[in-house]
């Protein structure tokens, strides 16, 4: 199953009030396995950031007039991420910001229904407690020190990734697949290509028994083994 875990970055935290995405970061997942395929990109907002805002990612106007507009990279975007299942942390101020954005571009809305909210797979697993990506990190033990002083889309999409998968035990999850239960599922599969063979026999034969019995009478004093 493949899945695409996704983070932006914005001016500001309205989107009805004009803010705008300034950067995306997507990561693929595959079976709960990071794949290594990623897709980021800053972008020109079109206006400047809040002073808040600002200070949380750090891309300043200058650096943004630069960039592509999101209309420039809508299709790229959309076409990463596919129909796949969206891992987001507070998913509805992402997927509010992205979908002002597609409905700028003459585009539909990304559908809610498609989002795992990590915010609130966090909240039922951690009631009362801090759920913040920077708390999660620490919870689980994850080196977010790429994260620095400020934040960024596609570094917080990948430790978000780790987060997403302590959550719900996605590792795990796989390996199991590999164990006992799998060998009867294919067992069980009737695939004519398998030979099946009676199971080995592991007791010793009598000869084998004789052989040991006099290994130890010729090289062992007093051998505890033929003690009655």
Request: proline share 5%; charged share 25%; net charge negative.
């Amino acid at each position: 199953m493949r899945e695409v875990v996704l983070d932006t970055e914005t001016t500001g935290l309205d989107h009805t009030a004009g803010h705008r995405v300034v950067e995306i970061g997507c990561v693929e997942l595959t079976n709960h396995v990071p794949t290594g395929r990623s897709w980021s990109t800053y972008l020109n907002p079109g206006r400047d950031s809040e002073e808040a805002a600002l200070a949380v990612h750090g891309l300043t106007a200058a650096f943004l007039a630069e960039q592509p507009t999101f209309r420039d990279k809508a299709e790229e975007f959309l076409e990463f991420l596919g129909d796949s299942p969206l891992v987001i942390h507070n998913a509805e101020f992402d997927l509010a910001f992205l979908n002002s954005e597609l409905e700028r571009c003459g585009r539909g809305p990304i559908d809610t229904g498609r989002a795992i909210d990590t915010l609130t797979l966090a909240r039922r697993k951690y009631p009362g407690e801090q759920n913040s990506l920077d708390a999660l990190t620490r919870r689980f033990r994850i080196d977010a020190s790429t994260r620095q002083e400020t934040h960024g889309a596609l570094v917080d999409a990948r430790l978000l990734a780790e987060v997403y998968l302590e959550l719900v035990g996605g590792r795990q999850s796989v390996l199991d697949l590999a164990g006992p239960e799998a060998s009867l599922l294919t067992a069980a599969s009737g695939d004519p290509s398998r030979t099946f063979r009676p199971p080995r026999p592991h007791e010793a034969t009598a000869e084998e028994i004789a052989r040991h019995k006099a290994f130890l009478l010729e090289h062992v004093k007093d051998p505890i083994w033929l003690r009655s």
